[in-house]
């Protein structure tokens, strides 16, 4: 069975601090990781992907298999990174995404 | 490109009512997903097509719940009969195949069983 688990539902941090959204993982395989957003009345959409190893709008994420963790991060938050985050799972070779329950960041001014 | 377009936005009927969702997925794509997000809940899969075929169902209530994809292009969800507890946001995706996660997720339909 395959698992995501998002500890954190509210994520609230002043604009220019560095921000973390966490995300760990249980799946018996080599998993791929995602991290989806959804920004306010926008459709959900994809940030980055763990195969990529790209940065998107400043933000990262290292898949650490040891730890089972596919944590977000970005070192300085903008007002514009508000949104709706969730880590998404799924086995190679291509079978269903399974979502984590989210983690609504808030970044103050 | 309009995307992977939804209709209706929302949609508010009695419980024992059947509902019906549509689905346009974007052009080419031959992957469509059907996904339920449960208010406060990630997107959970009811079902993915390959195609015409229906290749993933396992989480797709098959006593209320049916879906079809005729000719591999257009899609339709549909509950019969609705219950309080499938008050929802039923979204609808695509992608090239199902090994490329580039999904492209439509605006959704909420639903509201009263």
């Known amino acids: 069975a395959q698992r995501v688990t998002q500890p954190e539902k509210l994520l609230s941090v002043f604009k220019g601090a560095p921000v973390e959204l966490k995300c760990n993982y249980s799946?018996?395989?080599?998993?791929?990781l995602f991290w989806y957003v959804q920004y306010s009345r926008q459709r959900l959409q994809l940030l980055l992907r763990?195969?990529s190893r790209e940065s998107i709008k400043g933000f990262t994420a290292d898949l650490n298999k040891g730890e089972t963790s596919f944590h977000l991060k970005k070192p300085f938050a903008q007002e514009e990174d508000s949104a709706m985050y969730y880590c998404?799972?799924?086995?190679?070779?291509?079978?269903?995404?399974?979502f984590g329950e989210g983690t609504q960041l808030t970044v103050n001014p | 490109e309009a995307g992977v377009v939804q209709s209706p936005r929302y949609k508010i009927i009695e419980k024992k009512q059947p509902v019906a969702f549509w689905c346009n997925p974007i052009?080419?794509?031959?992957?469509l997903y059907w996904y339920r997000q449960n208010l406060g809940q990630g997107p959970e899969l009811l079902i993915r097509y390959e195609n015409e075929e229906a290749v993933d169902d396992s989480q797709l209530p098959k006593d209320r719940f049916s879906a079809e994809r005729l000719k591999g292009v257009d899609s339709t969800l549909k509950i019969q009969p609705a219950e309080l507890g499938d008050s929802a946001v039923y979204l609808c995706?695509?992608?090239?195949?199902?090994?490329?996660?580039?999904?492209?997720f439509g605006s959704g339909t909420r639903l509201t069983v009263v």
């Open positions: 995706a695509s992608s090239l195949s199902s090994v490329d996660y580039g999904y492209t």
């Open positions: 052009s080419g794509h031959n992957t």
């Open positions: 998404a799972l799924s086995g190679r070779g291509g079978s269903r995404l399974t």
């Open positions: 799946y018996s395989g080599s998993p791929e």
């Open positions: 763990h195969i």
